[in-house]
C-alpha cells in the first residue's frame, strides 16, 4: 500500500522560503510520477508542480522561477522548495503521486491516486 506524508508546512513573510517534503512508503519512488497541489480558502484544488519518473518536471505559470520540485530516491522522498514566496501562495500543500504506466494527465487530480494529508503553508503581508 503506497502511503505519502507530508512535513515541513509553516508560516512565513513575504519573500520568505519554504521547503515541503513527502515521505513514500509502502513502494519505490523511483516508480512513482509525483505532483504537489495546494488548495486555497475558498478555492478548488490546484496543481503546482509535477515529476516524472524520468526527472521531467511540470510547473504552473504562477510558480514558474519560485518553486522547485525535486526528489530523492535513495531517501524515497519528495520535495518542493518555494522561494520568494508571496501572500497568494497561501494554502493547504498536498502530495500526489500515482505508479508509472498508469493513465496521466497532470495536475488532473484523478490521475493520482495516491495524497497525503496536507500541510498548512501561510505566507503574511
Known amino acids: 500500500q503506497v502511503q505519502v506524508v507530508e512535513s515541513g508546512g509553516g508560516s512565513v513573510q513575504a519573500g520568505g522560503s519554504l521547503r515541503l517534503s513527502c515521505r513514500v512508503s509502502g513502494y519505490s519512488s523511483r516508480r512513482l510520477y509525483m505532483a504537489w497541489f495546494r488548495q486555497a480558502p475558498g478555492k478548488g484544488r490546484e496543481g503546482v508542480a509535477h515529476i516524472d519518473s524520468d526527472g521531467s518536471k511540470t510547473y504552473r505559470d504562477s510558480v514558474k522561477g519560485r518553486f522547485t520540485i525535486s526528489k530523492d530516491d535513495a531517501e524515497n522522498t519528495l520535495y518542493l522548495q518555494m522561494n520568494s514566496l508571496k501572500p497568494e501562495d497561501t494554502a493547504v500543500y498536498y502530495c500526489?503521486?500515482?505508479?508509472?504506466?498508469?493513465?496521466?494527465?497532470?495536475?488532473?487530480?484523478?490521475?493520482?491516486?495516491?495524497w497525503g494529508q496536507g500541510a498548512q503553508v501561510s505566507v503574511s503581508s
Open positions: 500526489a503521486a500515482d505508479r508509472v504506466g498508469r493513465a496521466l494527465i497532470r495536475f488532473v487530480e484523478a490521475s493520482y491516486a495516491y
